[in-house]
């Protein structure tokens, strides 16, 4: 591992462990995140951090072997389901006589909403119409939002480089990549994949990319939660695939007729559960020695990277 990626990636970490930290501390999760997204010379060292990654390593990887790339498993997964028969597939095995509404493709194009894009590397796809979307973005073809707070409602608006309101049910698909494992409370990561389920048109599909260089079986508790949580509210779990340092996932929006109530709001919450959750403050330096006994500078490439749609 070279002494740059090394820095590089413990910049990172350490930012997701002093979130962690600051909500053990108080408790409270809305001030601790607003004031992350006030501190801004840690979000720009950030950004700048991981965009040096993917420079620097993932692109190099991404070439080097394809069939690991989380940007190349999306782009497949969206060309399959929208244009090769995988939406006439999952409309077969629901078994019933609705009459699905059909999809329509602006151009033949698949509307994107990627979050915590950083530095849009899902641009280059030409099938693709993408609104990439980040808290720090590192490129100027990428727009300023925080997604927990971002309004939402008839329309999307942008203001010059800040967007400041998303459409509802208007996307083919909306991307999770190394997104809620950035966010230091299951809390926040459901609220996530809420306002994700209102953004997405009927049978849209929600990507969600997660990180573990363990085998698929190491961390199936974590996924079988998650796959319930998001169920109750409507989306449907259809393609799982375990690759050599994630877990990825694509669920389809489907109409949910019953109304959850504010406790079964917050069982649900708790579902979003990651390993770190539960790691105590005396934990760090463990931490640190098991991620560098633990990564090669590859792995690092795909573990240490929080912010979504990173390519390796």
Same mark, same amino acid.
């Given at each position: 591992?070279?002494?740059?990626?090394?820095?590089?990636?413990?910049?990172?970490?350490?930012?997701h462990r002093q979130l962690r930290q600051e909500l053990r501390k108080t408790g409270d999760t809305d001030s601790v995140w607003t004031n992350h997204c006030r501190n801004l010379?840690?979000?720009?060292?950030?950004?700048?951090?991981?965009? &040096?990654?993917?420079?620097?390593?993932?692109? &190099? /990887?991404?070439?080097?072997?394809?069939?690991?790339?989380?940007?190349?498993?999306?782009?497949?997964?969206?060309?399959?389901? +929208? +244009?090769?028969?995988?939406l006439e597939i999952q409309r077969q095995k629901s078994g019933s006589n609705t009459e699905w509404p059909k999809l329509m493709l602006k151009e033949s194009k698949i509307s994107v909403l990627d979050v915590g894009s950083c530095y849009n590397p899902f641009g280059?796809?030409?099938?693709?119409?993408?609104?990439?979307?980040? /808290?720090?973005?590192?490129?100027?073809?990428?727009? &300023?939002?925080? +997604?927990? &707070?971002?309004?939402?409602?008839?329309?999307?608006?942008?203001?010059?480089k800040i967007v400041l309101n998303l459409a509802t049910s208007h996307f083919h698909c909306v991307v999770f990549s190394f997104l809620l494992e950035y966010f230091p409370s299951a809390s926040q990561r459901w609220a996530c994949c809420e306002k994700a389920q209102q953004l997405l048109a009927e049978e849209g599909v929600l990507i969600i990319i997660t990180p573990d260089s363990k085998a698929a079986h190491s961390n199936s508790k974590v996924m079988r939660s998650w796959r319930e949580a998001l169920a109750a509210i409507g989306l449907k779990r259809i393609k799982y695939e375990k690759l050599q340092h994630a877990h990825c996932m694509a669920f389809r929006k489907i109409s949910v007729h019953s109304e959850i109530t504010c406790e079964e709001r917050e069982i649900l919450a708790s579902k979003m559960y990651i390993p770190q959750d539960f790691h105590c403050a005396s934990d760090s330096?463990?931490?640190d020695k098991d991620d560098v006994n633990k990564f090669t500078e590859a792995e690092l490439a795909e573990g240490f990277t929080h912010l979504p749609m990173l390519i390796e």
């Amino acid at each position: 591992m070279s002494y740059d990626g090394k820095m590089l990636a413990d910049i990172i970490k350490n930012v997701h462990r002093q979130l962690r930290q600051e909500l053990r501390k108080t408790g409270d999760t809305d001030s601790v995140w607003t004031n992350h997204c006030r501190n801004l010379a840690r979000l720009k060292t950030y950004a700048s951090s991981m965009h &040096q990654l993917a420079s620097k390593h993932w692109e &190099q /990887l991404r070439v080097n072997d394809p069939a690991t790339s989380r940007i190349n498993w999306t782009w497949s997964f969206l060309l399959y389901y +929208f +244009f090769n028969g995988g939406l006439e597939i999952q409309r077969q095995k629901s078994g019933s006589n609705t009459e699905w509404p059909k999809l329509m493709l602006k151009e033949s194009k698949i509307s994107v909403l990627d979050v915590g894009s950083c530095y849009n590397p899902f641009g280059e796809f030409e099938e693709l119409d993408v609104l990439s979307i980040d /808290l720090c973005p590192a490129l100027e073809s990428v727009y &300023q939002c925080d +997604f927990l &707070q971002v309004a939402i409602g008839e329309k999307t608006v942008i203001d010059g480089k800040i967007v400041l309101n998303l459409a509802t049910s208007h996307f083919h698909c909306v991307v999770f990549s190394f997104l809620l494992e950035y966010f230091p409370s299951a809390s926040q990561r459901w609220a996530c994949c809420e306002k994700a389920q209102q953004l997405l048109a009927e049978e849209g599909v929600l990507i969600i990319i997660t990180p573990d260089s363990k085998a698929a079986h190491s961390n199936s508790k974590v996924m079988r939660s998650w796959r319930e949580a998001l169920a109750a509210i409507g989306l449907k779990r259809i393609k799982y695939e375990k690759l050599q340092h994630a877990h990825c996932m694509a669920f389809r929006k489907i109409s949910v007729h019953s109304e959850i109530t504010c406790e079964e709001r917050e069982i649900l919450a708790s579902k979003m559960y990651i390993p770190q959750d539960f790691h105590c403050a005396s934990d760090s330096e463990t931490e640190d020695k098991d991620d560098v006994n633990k990564f090669t500078e590859a792995e690092l490439a795909e573990g240490f990277t929080h912010l979504p749609m990173l390519i390796e």
